[in-house]
């Protein structure tokens, strides 16, 4: 199984919808707005210097409204939209230079996509739809069978292989687009607004399948979403996107104590803050407990809450993997630190 | 100046421009005519061994080889059996020989517009500007009187089995190039954009989504195509081609109201089993997109 061994390393990226996208890059590098840009020049601006580090192995998610640039983004990282300007790294290749075959192999062999309106192949069943990547490779249909059927059962469609996708409910359809891009065994795993046009249960019981695999595979996997719960859920580190460019980036907790802007803290208000700050932020480090109930280090405040509530106890220790104590966590704490609104 | 009358070439002039385009046309079919004769001979060759074989074969095993084709593509009994009443009528009435002719005919022409047809309409889907070129003159062909087309075809040809064949396919075969052209075009952008995302080259991009998921249209388009070829039947009687059209055209031209009837009705019934043949072929196909769940 692949493991993913490169991060991907956005730098400086810029698009610009238009016929003169690569002379207007420098009106926006000298701060014209996308209003401005485009009244006077008819130039729509989709990307405004985006810098993003996502880290191998992960998940990275980039959260936006309609029209904030985040599908945009996620096409340009195996370039099915090529950038104005700016470089896609993955390792030291940047995927912006890549001739076409060189693209045409990065994109099979790297990265997989899943898609919001699943994009599946209705004249094809389910297991020939996640053989697809592997057909196209050129592997044997013996083997990329195999290997399909294994993704097959472990998204749960055992049984469905040679149902027509138009025979499926939607979830069970984002499965089998989740089964074609695991099949495909990329590092990099690209997901655009993959849950979205899912009903709220099934979307969360998405969301933990992929957690599930993520636990097993550790693939680099970027992730768009416009709902922030989504976002916080899945997310090791969260990219929030308006009107094409970065505004705040940082891990889900980061983004919810220390909102950048309005914007966002109009955002996250209405988050549920036990499901996103761990015990460690809310702990007071300069004390210690003697015995009494222990609570692993980097939980969240609504699993602590819990434990607080089942033992009845009103302070706990935090303690790391090996057992030693880091801080102390009251029950006052904890409701406090719940319940606060971020004051900005 | 005058106002009233529309200040057209003289009538000098208008009959040197006719003699000397007349002129120069009948030059070339004196220096390549036979040229290309030449090259349309494999097509003749394919045509009178098809004819040979449906007319010189015992009449059982044409009949059940014909209402097995069409049960293996319907897979419907009520039509497989219609057909088969219909082909046994038209053998009682007498006019076997001639709807074998046609069908020889219509078949030969249909495969000749889907080989040329289909890529062309997929040249067409690639390229605006090819479809810029293209969709005129298939406006031209579709709308031109097929007697005027058949002047240079018969000049260049002569009478007999190709002109014949090449007037049927300039007139069957703009459906089956818009038809393929339009269901390429919409094919769902979506799935393309998949199929990108997985990097398949324009091949594979074509064999695997493309063409599947325009078949139901390109069906539709060859379809169109035999009944367009069937309709010709009778005006390619004019230029020396056998079959139901003959007797069509010999009723008219002697006011024999039945002959005339019977052999029309016999075209209508081999139209009628091509369609629901082909268009119960081409439901089948689309089986996938059955919706079983909402």
Redesign the interface.
């Known amino acids: 199984m692949a493991e993913a061994k490169h991060g991907i390393e956005i730098r400086n990226l810029y698009k610009i919808f238009g016929p003169n996208g690569k002379e207007m890059v420098q009106k926006v590098k000298d701060g014209m707005s996308k209003a401005e840009l485009n009244e006077k020049f008819n130039h729509v601006l989709g990307l405004n210097d985006i810098n993003i580090s996502m880290p191998a192995g992960r998940i990275q998610v980039v959260m936006g409204l309609s029209g904030s640039g985040k599908s945009t983004l996620i096409r340009h990282i195996?370039r099915?939209i090529d950038p104005t300007a700016g470089e896609v790294m993955y390792g030291t290749d940047d995927v912006c230079k890549m001739s076409k075959n060189e693209l045409?192999?990065?994109?099979?062999?790297k990265?997989?996509?899943v898609?919001q309106?699943f994009?599946?192949?209705?004249?094809?069943t389910v297991m020939k739809n996640a053989v697809?990547?592997l057909?196209?490779?050129g592997v044997p249909e013996k083997e990329a069978k195999e290997r399909a059927s294994r993704w097959i059962t472990r998204v749960g469609l055992d049984g469905f292989e040679d149902h027509?996708?138009?025979?499926?409910?939607g979830g069970?359809q984002q499965r089998v687009g989740l089964a074609r891009a695991l099949t495909?065994d990329a590092d990099i795993l690209?997901m655009d607004e993959a849950f979205s046009a899912l009903d709220p249960l099934i979307r969360m019981d998405m969301q933990s399948v992929l957690l599930d695999l993520q636990e097993e595979l550790h693939k680099t996997i970027v992730f768009i979403t416009h709902d922030l719960d989504e976002a916080l859920r899945l997310g090791d580190r969260i990219a929030i996107l308006r009107d094409g460019a970065v505004i705040q980036q940082g891990t889900g907790q980061e983004i919810v104590l220390r909102p950048a802007d309005e914007y966002i803290s109009d955002f996250v208000r209405e988050v549920n803050r036990g499901r996103v700050i761990k015990v460690d932020t809310v702990m007071d480090k300069s004390k210690s407990l003697e015995g009494g109930l222990t609570i692993p280090s980097g939980i969240m405040l609504e699993e602590a809450a819990k434990k607080f509530a089942d033992t009845g106890q009103s302070e706990a220790s935090v303690v790391n993997g090996t057992g030693a104590p880091l801080g102390v966590l009251t029950v006052q704490d904890t409701i406090t630190a719940m319940v606060t609104p971020s004051t900005h | 100046m005058d106002w009233i009358e529309f200040p057209s070439l003289s009538r000098g002039t208008l009959r040197d421009l006719r003699i000397s385009i007349d002129g120069s046309f009948r030059e070339f079919t004196r220096a390549y005519g036979e040229t290309l004769e030449r090259m349309f001979e494999p097509l003749e060759d394919f045509l009178v061994f098809l004819e040979g074989l449906l007319i010189g074969s015992p009449w059982p095993i044409v009949l059940a080889v014909l209402v097995g084709i069409v049960f293996l593509m319907s897979r419907d009994l009520k039509v497989t059996i219609g057909s088969l009443i219909a082909l046994a009528l038209i053998g009682v009435f007498g006019m076997w020989e001639d709807t074998m002719r046609t069908i020889a005919m219509v078949a030969t022409c249909t495969l000749m517009a889907v080989i040329l047809g289909i890529p062309i309409g997929i040249l067409m889907a690639r390229s605006d500007r090819v479809q810029g070129v293209v969709n005129p003159i298939l406006d031209l062909m579709q709308t031109m009187p097929s007697f005027v087309y058949l002047i240079p075809v018969v000049m260049i040809f002569g009478l007999g089995k190709v002109p014949g064949v090449i007037a049927v396919v300039v007139y069957a075969i703009p459906p089956m190039i818009r038809l393929t052209n339009l269901g390429i075009r919409l094919v769902?952008s979506?799935?393309l954009?998949?199929?990108?995302?997985?990097?398949?080259?324009a091949r594979?991009k074509l064999t695997?989504?493309q063409l599947?998921?325009a078949?139901p249209t390109i069906m539709a388009g060859i379809n169109q195509c035999i009944m367009m070829s069937l309709a010709m039947v009778v005006i390619a009687s004019m230029i020396g081609v056998k079959g139901l059209g003959q007797p069509v055209l010999n009723a008219i031209n002697n006011q024999y109201f039945t002959m005339g009837v019977m052999n029309g009705l016999a075209i209508v019934a081999i139209a009628i089993i091509f369609d629901r043949a082909t268009q119960a072929y081409g439901k089948r196909l689309q089986?996938?997109?059955?919706?079983?769940?909402?």
Do not use: C, W
Request: no cysteine; aromatic share 8%; glycine share 6%.
């Open positions: 195996n099915l045409r192999e990065f994109r099979r062999h990265t997989a996509m898609f309106k994009a599946l192949l209705p004249h094809r697809y990547g057909e196209i490779q027509y996708p138009n025979q499926l409910s069970m495909n690209l | 769902d979506d799935v954009e998949a199929a990108d995302a997985f990097g398949s080259n594979q695997n989504v599947p998921l078949l089986k996938h997109s059955e919706v079983i769940h909402g």
